[in-house]
C-alpha cells in the first residue's frame, strides 16, 4: 500500500495508528498547484504529531469551492504531488464526501489527535467542533499566507503569459 488511500484504506490504517497510540495529525485541503505556503504549513504540521494524513478535495468539491476552471491539476495529480513530500504520510481522497456529516462521520474514523489549521481558517468553527466530538485539538501552526495562494498565482500567471 502507498500514501495515497481510499477513505476505507485510510480509516484501515489510522485505526492501526491509534493502536499503537501514535500520534496522528489531519490536515486537509485543494493542493491545486503546490506552493511555498502549502509546504510550510505541511510541514510545521506534520511536526506536531507522529503521522500526518491529507483530506484531499476531489476535482467536483474544488470546482464549487474554487470556481468553474479550477482544478488546474487533476485529484489524481495533486495527490501523486503530495505523496512525494517526505513529511506526508498518507494522502486520502475524499470522493464521495459531499456534506459536512460525511466530513464528521470521517474524522471520526480516523480519529486524528490533532486537526491542524492556518490561523484565520475559513472552516475553524467546523474543525472545532469535529475536534470535540472526539478530543481531539485544533492547533493553528502558523499564519495564512496571504501572498501565497494558488488563486493568486493563477491570476499572476493569465496576466503575464
Do not use: W
Not at 464521495?96 to 466530513?103: L, N, Q, V
Not at 472526539?134 to 498565482?153: F, G, P, W
Amino acid at each position: 500500500m502507498g500514501k495515497v488511500l481510499d477513505i476505507q484504506q485510510a480509516i484501515d490504517v489510522a485505526q492501526k495508528i491509534n493502536s499503537e497510540k501514535k500520534v496522528i495529525v489531519l490536515a486537509g485541503g485543494c493542493f491545486d498547484v503546490l506552493h511555498i505556503g502549502h509546504i510550510k504549513f505541511l510541514e510545521k504540521a506534520r511536526q506536531k504529531g507522529d503521522y500526518l494524513f491529507i483530506l484531499l478535495e476531489s476535482d467536483e468539491s474544488v470546482k464549487k469551492l474554487k470556481g468553474n476552471k479550477r482544478p488546474i491539476n487533476s485529484q489524481d495529480d495533486r495527490a501523486q504531488i503530495l505523496s512525494a513530500l517526505k513529511f506526508v504520510d498518507f494522502v486520502i481522497l475524499l470522493n464521495g464526501i459531499k456534506i459536512s456529516k460525511d466530513y464528521d462521520d470521517l474524522v471520526e474514523k480516523i480519529h486524528p489527535d490533532i486537526i491542524a489549521v492556518t490561523q484565520n481558517d475559513n472552516a475553524i468553527f467546523h474543525k472545532q467542533r469535529q475536534a470535540k466530538k472526539i478530543n481531539a485539538k485544533v492547533i493553528s501552526v502558523m499564519e495564512r499566507l496571504e501572498d501565497k495562494s494558488t488563486t493568486r498565482l493563477a491570476k499572476l500567471i493569465s496576466q503575464n503569459f
